[in-house]
């Protein structure tokens, strides 16, 4: 089955840097890679996802990179604010499957004011 | 429009009871799901259905017990309650991924004990 790696397991940034969370997976055949985003007590939210047809998707603030040849993908969050503050988690499935996501095992994300 | 909803919220239970854990969305969805979500580990699957009628094993699923009672509702039993088993459970739907851009929609959790 599929297993994805995600690293780092926290991350503090100053407000206003940048900030990176790297996931690796090792299932050639998955297609779909989104991040979830989970606030302390809250359930997790999509925030971004991509598929294996482009190399790169941007939505304001966030980015998410794919490299398909080596298997990893990225989260890019840039101009970092306190409300990013949370676990962010990265998944990777089959599109069109039902069977769902592999996910990774999280990064708290803190942002320090 | 409540999108997932979990019921309980909270439990506590002793090694050895049972409990069941409901799940209903309001979303038409096809398909659900159980999640457990235990500290430094992310989210694992326990159960899914990818339709009413259907159920099938996740990454975990020892120890529990899925109904897909139609196709809102998806709940999740456990029989015999062991500490091992102190977690937080997410139900989640969606529509396959990546069909018409379905994310999975989480309920709110439940937090659960086994002492």
């Known amino acids: 089955g599929e297993n994805v790696e995600q690293h780092p397991s926290t991350l503090s940034v100053q407000e206003g840097d940048s900030a990176v969370i790297k996931c690796t997976y090792s299932d050639s055949a998955s297609n779909y890679f989104p991040w979830y985003k989970q606030e302390l007590g809250k359930r997790p939210q999509l925030i971004i996802d991509i598929r294996s047809n482009v190399g790169e998707k941007k939505d304001q603030r966030i980015a998410v990179t794919l490299n398909k040849t080596a298997k990893h993908f990225s989260l890019h969050i840039t101009e970092t604010q306190p409300e990013d503050s949370a676990v962010y988690f990265c998944a990777a499935g089959w599109s069109g499957s039902a069977r769902q996501l592999t996910f990774g095992s999280g990064t708290q994300l803190t942002v320090l004011p | 429009n409540a999108g997932v909803t979990q019921t309980p919220k909270f439990q506590v239970l002793k090694t050895g009871q049972s409990m069941t854990l409901q799940c209903a969305q309001d979303?038409?969805?096809?398909?659900m799901y159980w999640y457990r979500q235990d500290p430094g580990m992310g989210l694992r699957l326990i159960y899914y259905s990818a339709s009413e009628g259907t159920t099938d094993k996740g990454e975990v699923p020892n120890g529990y017990n899925v109904s897909r009672l139609n196709k809102r509702e998806f709940s999740l039993r456990l029989e015999s309650a062991a500490p091992s088993q102190t977690s937080v459970y997410f139900c989640a739907s969606s529509e396959p991924p990546g069909i018409n851009n379905s994310p999975l929609h989480f309920g709110n959790g439940t937090r659960l004990t086994v002492t």
């Open positions: 979303m038409n969805h096809n398909s």
